[in-house]
């Protein structure tokens, strides 16, 4: 299995206050994506990064914000969080010019 | 509208019973792949299929890419209980990225 572990794995939080999640990785793999999971939708990406302090936005981005300052690490922010970011969270990472992504075990959000 | 279109969203059989979940797109790609995803994990890479017709064969999964390359089919022969999961199909776009289809939950009853 990647060496990619997640933390926190559940955590709940209240409207309005910040929370980060963080990805941490030991294969030394350039990039790294942060993904949301809800029903019916499977997997949208909010925002990856190409290396360290580069890093991009996906598809649903609103709301969130990440940073990179290690290759094995990638925070992803919700500055102030609201109940439709209640959902499941995954970090990839992947090697350059790879097709395969490789998934951490998730974290669980709720935002009451 | 989404890019993949997975159907059906949910399928329910019994053990021992075959099924084929679809993915669809009016789009052409290059490659498709599949991913099965079990509860409480992140998803795991099934297959990588990458010709027009291509059929590629992992055990009881069979994986058929269309012959004009935007669609794509998984079929389960004789399902078990270890087949109960997630399978999402991904595209690769620009920049080392996937776009998911939204996925077909598959329960096999024992």
């Known amino acids: 299995d990647a060496g990619i572990t997640q933390s926190p794995r559940h955590k709940v939080t209240e409207t309005g206050t910040p929370v980060t999640l963080r990805c941490h990785q030991t294969e030394n793999h350039r990039y790294m994506y942060w993904y949301r999971q809800d029903p019916g939708h499977g997997l949208r990406l909010i925002h990856y990064s190409y290396g360290v302090k580069d890093t991009d936005k996906g598809e649903v981005s609103d709301g969130y914000s990440v940073s990179r300052s290690k290759t094995e690490d990638f925070l992803l922010t919700l500055e102030s969080a609201t109940s439709s970011q209640t959902s499941v969270y995954f970090c990839?990472?992947?090697?350059?010019?790879?097709?395969?992504?490789?998934f951490g075990p998730g974290t669980r959000l709720t935002v009451l | 509208t989404q890019l993949l279109e997975q159907s059906p969203q949910f399928l329910s059989i019994q053990e021992g019973e075959n099924l084929t979940v679809y993915c669809n797109s009016s789009s052409v790609f290059s490659s498709l792949q599949w991913y099965r995803q079990e509860p409480g994990e992140g998803p795991v890479l099934l297959v990588t299929v990458v010709t027009g017709g291509e059929v590629k064969k992992l055990k009881r999964l069979t994986f058929q890419f269309g012959d004009a390359r935007k669609d794509s089919s998984l079929h389960i022969t004789a399902a078990q209980t270890g087949d109960t999961g997630l399978y999402l199909c991904a595209v690769k776009a620009a920049g080392n990225k996937l776009t998911f289809g939204g996925g077909t939950r598959v329960l096999v009853k024992p």
């Open positions: 990839a990472i992947s090697a350059p010019r790879s097709d395969t992504q490789y």
